[in-house]
């Protein structure tokens, strides 16, 4: 057996069935049964169980596994040691928040693609929460406060924002002064997160509520705009708006503590070359954004 028939029956066991495997290694369906046909009359067990939902793993495909996944591993990183300084080639999917990631991020990725030819870039612009084991995702580009997870994160710039309303909310409301008057307010979230707060050197915490919701925050900065209530947003959403007096800042005595952009990906002893190439590009690239400032590069 190859190690392309190891990493697709890796794939196939991770992503639960053949057809988010294909996806995920970019080849037809067919490719991926044959794949796995030739590894199981070579080894002479069956490794996958095939239902109608997809495939779940024998016994023996449970044990196999995880030899499978580390050979792979040991692989991918002997190639690594190998390859010309700075040659970069296989397969890099990232996982990039959609906000922010097609104005800022997908200017560098592009360039990372265009200084290593020989390197497959595949980007998943979503806002949603990406499960980067079971989605096979090699990383992802996090904006925000990194909730506790089993994760390994590097920060790569600081991000800035404000809260904000209308001028026509804020006639019909008021001005809230301290974090304690959003409870008269309307909150504009993503979902039932909590509000940060910098009070002197210290970091108050509220939990608002509010009757509109979006997992976008271009969404959230034009519901702000119509007058549905107070946002907490990053400049770059609300710079344009403030400028126009679409938008007022509110409770500056008050500012969000500086939220980060991160790589972060799954456990393991070392990150993969191509991840510490990214991480260190978008570091490069970050550094002079008027909304990002650079941050120390240890993790």
Known sequence: MDIEELRTFVEVADAGGVSPAALRLGVSKSIVSRRLMRIEAELGVQLLARTTRGAALTEAGTTFRDYAARVCAEIDAARETILPAGDLRGRLRVAVPLSFGVTHFAPILAEMARRHPRLQIQ????????????????????????????LIARRVGRIYGKFVASPDYIKAHGSPETPEDLAAHEAL???????????????????????????????????????????CLPDF?????IAAGALIPVLTRHP??????????????HPARKIRVLTELLIEYCEPAPHLARVDRQM
């Open 123 to 150: 980007t998943c612009y979503s806002d949603r929460f990406v499960d980067l084991v079971t989605e096979g995702y090699d990383c992802a580009i996090r904006v925000g406060y990194l909730q506790d997870s089993n």
């Open 189 to 231: 979230m993503q979902g039932t997160e909590s509000w940060q707060f910098m009070h002197g050197d210290k970091i108050v915490t509220v939990h608002p509520h509010g009757r509109f919701k979006a997992d976008n925050g271009t969404a959230l900065a034009a519901a702000a705009v119509a007058g549905l209530g107070i946002a």
């Open 237 to 241: 959403l609300t710079d344009d708006h």
């Open 256 to 269: 969000p503590p500086p939220a980060g952009a991160y790589v972060v990906r799954p456990p393991g002893q």
